[in-house]
C-alpha cells in the first residue's frame, strides 16, 4: 500500500520576485509538514520540469535547495500529466520497498519568469517539428482543432463549453490561493475575445506562477488517510497530427487500467480530479472516460451535478481554468485536491461523503494519460 501523508501549495498566480526553486521548496515544506515529517525523513525525491529553469539535473538542483541527500531522485517528462506519474511511480518506490518517504515536487515561475514570445516558443515544442511547427501552430491553436472537431461530431456547443469556464471559476472563488477568483457568467465567456475558434479567451487556463507538493508513504504518517488503490497510463501518440481517433485519445484506456487495478468502476467514484487545460479537455476527457454521456458535460453543468453537493463534484479548487495553470504543478494540483477533498480538510470547498476520488493527468495535446483511484480508509 502507499498513502499520500501530505500535501502543500503555494499561493497560485502572479508571485512577483519567485523561480522555479523558490516555489518548488516552499511548497516542499509545507507538504513535508503536513505529513508530521521532518526533511531528514525523505530519502525519495521526483521533480517534474521547467521552463523557466531547464536544467538538466533538476532533482538534485532541489535537493541541495532543501538540503537533503536522497536515495533516489530525477525528474520526470510527461507533460500535465506529469503530477500524477510521479505520485503513480512514487507509490511504486516506497511498496517496494526502495524509498520510505518519497517527495514529488512541482513548480516554476511561468507568468513572471518568461515572456510571451518565451512562452510561446517553449510549448511550440510540443508540435511535430514537420506537420505541425512550420505552419505556425500553437497548443491553444492544437485545441482550438480538437474542439471543432469535437464538437462537428458530437454536437457540443459553445455555450456547453462555456458552462465548464463558469463552474470552475465559481469553485476557485472559495479557494483562497486560486489565480482567478472573480465569477464569470456565460455570457461573459461567450463574449470574451477568440483565441483559436471555437475557444476564446474564457475557455483557456491562465498562465500562472505557483508550486506544489506531495508526500508518499508506505504508511500514512499524518492526519490525512488516503491510499493510492489503484494507477493506469496509456500514450497513444504525441502529436495530434498522428492521432488516430480524436474521440479516443487514451483516457479511457489509462482510466480502464486504474479501474482494473483498483476493482472499481466509474460509478464508483465520489469525486473527480479532471485535467482542464481548456474547457474542451475538461469536456472530452469526462466523456471518453464515461462519466458522462458524449456531449453531455454542459448539460451535467447546468444541472449542478458538479458542485459540491452535485453526484459528480469536479476540481473543486477551481482547475487549471481558474486556480491557475504553472506548468507541471496545474495538473498536480488536482491530486492535491482530491486528497483535501478525501480526507476532509477542504474548507469551505468541501464536498460531502467522499470516500473516493478518480484523478486523471493529460499531457500534450490529449498525448499522455496518467489516471489515479484514490480512497479514504
Known sequence: MAYIAGVGNTRY????????TSLMTDAAHAAIADAGLALRDIDGLLTGYSTTLPHIMLATVVSERLGIRPTYAHSMQAGGATGVAMVMLARLLVESGQCRAVLCVAGENRATGQSRDQSIQTLAQAGHPDYEVPYGATIPAYYGLLAARYMHQFGVTGLDLAELAVVMRAHATRHPDAHQRQPITVEQVMASKPIALPLRLLDCCPVSDGGIAAVITREPTGEAKVRIRGAGQAHLHQHISQARDWAAMGASESAARAFAEAGMAVTDMRYLAVYDSFTITLAMLLEEIGFVRRAGSGEAARAGRFGREGDLPLNLHGGLLSFGHCGVGGGFAHLVEAQRQLSGRAG??????????????????????????????
Open 13 to 20: 498566480g502572479v508571485v512577483e520576485g519567485s523561480s522555479t
Open 348 to 377: 469551505d470547498r468541501q464536498a460531502s461523503n467522499v470516500p473516493t476520488a478518480f484523478v486523471h493527468g493529460d499531457g500534450g495535446v490529449m498525448s499522455s494519460h496518467v489516471s489515479m483511484i484514490l480512497e479514504r480508509v
